[in-house]
């Protein structure tokens, strides 16, 4: 699903797949026809262009899905409703998807400098003071790599989706969050990230791999939400929140997400503080 140059298709049938079917709804597919010919895979993968739901598949039933579905923040302009499409119609019963587990994960990050320096250019742009557009960035994710040593606080599981039983309306969700500040520092926001794991036979480890600050790159990077304001926190504080995720009206790809969350501090003076706050944020 999603096939691309046909690289996954191409494995699959090298390892063994009696037949691939490999479905893209762009014009790589075309280099992909070309690729598998030249590779010699012809007579054992079919391709086609066009969307899933409208295509017409040579075969009514298959053994395993294999998709590269995952989005920034996991969702963010995924194909995983289209997987899931493909899991309804066309899978087996005790059919294989690859990768068949995924969750997102969250945790506190200083990054003081990089928030300033986005912030502070809108001051002064060529002389001109465009300040209004402050509010505006700090309403927009960013997606960049988060060094491991930026990451500040305890890390949390937000949530953590099985593709073997979620449905659609699984994909809009709320989930709650608890992180302890692991030293005296300031937090500028969160920072999440996802790990996704492949289907095993039983008694084999399962092959995994996350796209968090403390793991090798990926493509996907980390997503970066800044908080309206900053929290100076001393070892032991805690921020307490939830996390609101659904797909934007306009644009169902894109993703509105809201984050609340509750600032406890003991303070370095022994005196106890606490403040509440929200972000509201659109993945475009």
């Not at 014009?27 to 054992?44: H, P, Q, R, T, Y």
């Not at 587990?101 to 001051?123: P, T, V």
């Not at 926190?233 to 644009?251: F, H, M, Q, R, Y």
């Not at 509105?256 to 501090?265: A, D, L, Q, V, W």
């Amino acid at each position: 699903v999603g096939c691309g140059t046909g690289i996954l298709s191409m494995f699959a049938a090298k390892h063994g797949a009696k037949h691939v079917i490999g479905v893209d709804m762009s014009s790589i597919i075309e280099m992909a026809k070309e690729l598998v010919e030249l590779n010699g895979f012809s007579d054992k993968i079919t391709l086609l262009r066009g969307k899933l739901e409208d295509v017409h598949l040579p075969f009514p039933k298959v053994d395993i899905i294999i998709s590269e579905w995952m989005g920034y923040f996991l969702l963010y302009e995924s194909m995983m409703d289209t997987v899931l499409y493909a899991r309804d119609h066309y899978l087996v019963e005790g059919g294989l998807i690859f990768p068949d587990k995924c969750s997102i994960h969250l945790a506190g990050l200083e990054d003081s400098q990089y928030k300033d320096e986005k912030l502070n250019y809108w001051q002064d742009v060529y002389g001109f003071d465009y300040s209004p557009f402050v509010p505006l960035v700090l309403h927009e994710p960013i997606v960049d790599t988060v060094e491991r040593n930026n990451v500040n606080t305890t890390s949390d599981k937000l949530i953590e989706f099985d593709l073997n039983t979620v449905k659609i309306s699984d994909l809009a969700f709320k989930s709650n969050f608890k992180l302890t500040a692991k030293r005296q520092d300031m937090i500028n926001g969160i920072v999440t990230w996802f790990d996704i794991v492949f289907p095993a036979p039983k008694g084999k480890r399962p092959v995994e791999f996350s796209t968090g600050p403390h793991a090798p790159y990926t493509h996907w990077k980390q997503t970066i939400f800044y908080f309206p304001d900053d929290l100076d926190a001393e070892t032991g504080d805690t921020i307490e929140g939830e996390l609101v995720c659904s797909p934007n009206e306009k644009n169902n790809r894109d993703l509105n997400i809201k984050i609340s969350y509750k600032f406890e501090s003991n303070g370095i003076d022994g005196n106890s503080r606490s403040r509440k706050n929200e972000g509201s944020y659109l993945m475009h």
